[in-house]
């Protein structure tokens, strides 16, 4: 059965750059199994964060997109009918409680609630995965830890957690990184000189100073990162800034002048 898991095991050490105590912390937190919450803005390395980890602590990793269609037995698993017959297929979930892996629900507000707290019996100390349908208790190997992310800040009241799902996971708190590492990142995903990635921080970085004023979000490393790899594929910098940096942020035609004009001053 090990062929299961083995195809969740990340191969390749993922480049994280630490921006802080977190790599540090989440060892503690898997050291007592305690369930974690990631939280922070889109693009700022939480996925990355998370398969690093999985890499160093030598664990497989299975991840899953959560959207408001999701079900329980997406999460659990289902009977399925072929040709034999039925068959119980497990769910990521399943797998991971089963097998000890990592899982990692990413973007766990989109979930329904009814669907989020098949979590719960799996983040308390009884550790455990009732599978209803099939009439099966899995008790979660040692090795399982459970992981979710959210974007805080985004989220109507009617999608927030729970607190009775909040308070079963400790949490970290990711941001943007300061400006010298995050330039180190831009330049070590993309291949772009120091100059151009110093360029491209200082651009995000005036964006973010406009959230909340007339801004829902500010430039994310993860698009930084698409500017950068536009600008090493020969792509004219005002250009590639236009493109992956300006113009997915912003409908409103004075604010994207505005951002314009701060690429202008920098390329
Ligand atoms: N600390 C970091 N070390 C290395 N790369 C990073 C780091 N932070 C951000 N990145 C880069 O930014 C990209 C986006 O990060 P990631 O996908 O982890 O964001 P996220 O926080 O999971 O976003 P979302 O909430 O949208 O899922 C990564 O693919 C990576 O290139
Ligand atoms: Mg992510």
Redesign the pocket.
């Known amino acids: 059965m090990n062929g299961v898991i083995d195809q969740y095991r990340v191969e390749q050490k ?6 802080a105590d977190e790599v540090d912390l989440y060892e503690a937190a898997y050291g007592v199994r305690m369930p974690m919450m ?1 939280k ?10 998370v ?2 980890m999985a890499w160093k602590l030598g664990k497989p990793l299975i991840t899953v997109a959560c959207n408001e269609d999701m079900t329980a037995s997406d999460l659990v698993g289902r009977f399925l009918l072929d040709v034999s017959g039925t068959r119980w297929q497990d769910g990521p979930l399943a797998i991971a409680a089963r097998y000890g892996a990592i899982c990692y629900l ?2 766990v507000v989109e979930a329904r609630q009814d669907t989020t707290v098949v979590i719960h019996p799996l983040t308390d100390n009884r550790r455990v995965l009732p599978l209803e349908k099939k009439g099966e208790l899995i008790h979660a190997h040692p090795d399982f830890q459970l992981v979710i ?1 959210y ?1 805080p800040g985004y989220q109507s009241l009617m999608k927030d957690l729970k607190q009775s799902t909040k308070q079963r996971f400790g949490a970290l708190d ?1 941001n943007y ?1 300061e400006h010298a ?2 330039m180190e ?1 831009v330049s ?2 993309t291949g772009v000189p120091r100059e151009v990635s110093d360029k491209l921080v200082s651009i995000a970085e005036r964006a973010r100073n406009l959230k909340g004023h007339g801004l829902d979000e500010g430039i ?3 698009m ?2 698409y500017a950068g790899s536009l600008i090493a594929k020969g792509v004219d910098p005002q250009n590639a800034c236009r493109v992956a940096l300006v113009r997915p942020i912003t409908d409103d035609p004075d604010m994207r002048d505005a951002l314009d004009a701060a690429v202008t001053t920098f390329f």
């Not at 993922?14 to 921006?19: A, I, K, L, M």
């Not at 922070?40 to 964060?49: I, L, N, S």
């Open positions: 993922p480049y994280y750059h630490t921006v990631l922070g803005p889109t693009g700022c390395g939480k996925t990355r964060f398969e690093y990413d973007e992310s974007n990711f990184p590492v995050e990142i070590h995903e994310s490393t993860r930084l990162v």
